[in-house]
């Protein structure tokens, strides 16, 4: 019986993932002698990934002399898992001097006890969880745990809230990139600024910067920003005259900014089912517009970025190494899943019939709603006609509006000039992680500081954004690693059309539940 070019394809691609990663336990079915499962918990076991594909299992890590190298015992196994150099016996007994493994090589660790980890170790580190540490409601739904980034709050005029999310696609140190989020109702308090950066999740933040970005306005005036980070003043904003929808009408949901948000299901029989939001905008402003879209995503990443873990599960570390070493194949493959999901693509309506593509959101994160200016082209036509087309359940859009673009402007940037670890009551200043120095600052769950910044002139009206840049590691949780299934990983990651509507169902079972298991599953750090 010959097999179907699809299986065989995938057979292919299978153990290309797993090869690389545990090549005697997958595919020969024999133990793998490097693997870390949940007996291991309570016995400090550290895989250190090298980017050459090498790797070495020690029982305990130190640093050299320097920060440049790190060393310990334990076992030296080469790119295809073959045992090397050892320097301890079966007996648990060390001999001859211990690995010394020089920092520019390492790829990643990865260990299931952080306890003693520091500095750039803890930075670069896949941590394992055991399910006892974990909340009760991320066992009752392990793929709504909370999670995506670290979460920053400002004053309101009322209250502390929640106001950003910060890089959340970037889920590994390559992966690395700035992200610009508006703090659409934040206000300041006399000459100084604040913000809370948190860690609620089971996640290592690693935060290279967080400046403010400060705009000079009046009351009747606001500042936005386009996707490629350029910012326009802005003073007549119009509501739309309709919104369309698959449901139908969707104007009370998307007139305002206030957290009622328009939002569908998802298709279930294919996660990357398309829908339209079609806008129509009678009154339309004279001189060069752009579309306002305040929105964030659901929680169908989430779901599947963490089932991709538990499908990896044992083999997530070696998979993420390969990423920060330099696999492009591989991260082209992780790219085209996201690429699938798609982002709001915004397109005009021409005086030719057609639709003109003006634009596209991508930012991921379900967590804040961020704040988005499309430039669109001149049609020549009114009324305007706007589509967005957008992956059913993927996007809670609160705010569509049309703007006149008045003028560019140009930010002001302030660093933080002190940084306080408010569970400890210290206070940084200086030489200090996101202040003057190129450290990053790196948090752990339940870690909270609050950055102070200056103003240039306490008594004037300004727009705030926020500029980070940083990554951050996701924790496995056990309860992942028990779903471990290489050849879902391999449909996943090889034919992501295929998987996405062979996931439908399993996601629509736990959809209507996401939202709340979400919130309720923050991680708070127990004194």
Sequence with gaps: MKLSVTFRLLLILFLSLSSACSTTRIVREFHDPVKLNSSQIHNKSIKVHMTDGCLYLLDSLKSGGSIDSVSGYGSYYNQYRELIKANKSSTGYYYGPPFKIPMSGVA??????????????????????????????????????????????????????????????????????????????????????????????????????????????????????????????????????????????????????????????????????????????KSVPDGETGLIIGSRQTFMTTYLFYQSLAYLGNSAGNFAARIESGDSSLLKRVNKVWDLLGGI??????????????????????????????????????????????????????????????????????????????????????????????????????DSYKLVYKLPTPSQEYEFFLSSKGYYIEWMRESWVEEEDHRKAALLFGFPRIYMRNAAADFKKLEPRMEEMFWKSRYVKKD
């Excluded at 019939?353 to 082209?377: F, N, Q, T, Y």
């Excluded at 967005?388 to 509006?401: S, V």
């Excluded at 000039?417 to 450290?439: D, Q, R, W």
């Design 345 to 446: 693509e915004v397109s005009v309506y021409d005086a030719n019939g057609k639709w003109i593509k003006a634009g596209e959101i991508r930012e991921m994160g379900p967590i804040a709603s961020d704040i988005h200016l499309i430039k669109l082209p001149e049609t020549g036509t009114k009324p305007v006609k706007v589509r967005l087309e957008l992956t059913k359940g993927l996007w809670r859009i609160d705010w569509l509006a049309l703007a006149r673009l008045d003028q560019p402007v140009e930010p002001i940037k302030i660093s933080p000039s002190e940084v306080i670890a408010e569970s400890k009551n210290t206070v940084f200043s200086g030489e200090h992680p996101l202040i003057s120095t190129s450290e990053p600052l790196v948090t752990l769950p339940g």
């Design 108 to 281: 990643l660790f990865e260990t299931n006890d952080a306890t003693g980890l520091r500095g750039k170790v803890v930075a670069m580190t896949l941590i394992g969880v055991p399910t006892l540490i974990v909340s009760i409601y991320c066992i009752i739904n392990p793929k709504a745990c909370f999670g995506s980034c670290p979460t920053f709050y400002a004053w309101d005029g009322k209250d502390t809230s929640l106001m950003a999310e910060g890089f959340s696609s970037s889920i590994l140190r390559s992966l690395e990139k700035r992200d610009i989020d508006m703090l659409y109702r934040a206000r300041s308090t006399g000459s100084t600024f604040n913000l809370k950066v948190t860690n609620e999740a089971l996640e290592t933040h690693i935060i290279r910067y967080a400046d403010l970005l400060v705009f000079p306005r009046s009351d009747c005036e606001r500042i936005f920003a386009t996707e490629d980070g350029n910012f326009f003043r802005i003073s007549d904003i119009r509501s739309p005259s309709s919104c369309t929808a698959p449901e139908g009408d969707c104007m009370e949901k998307v007139e305002l900014m206030d957290n009622s948000e328009r939002v569908s299901e998802a298709d279930p029989k294919n996660l990357i089912q398309k829908e339209y939001v079609e806008l129509e905008f």
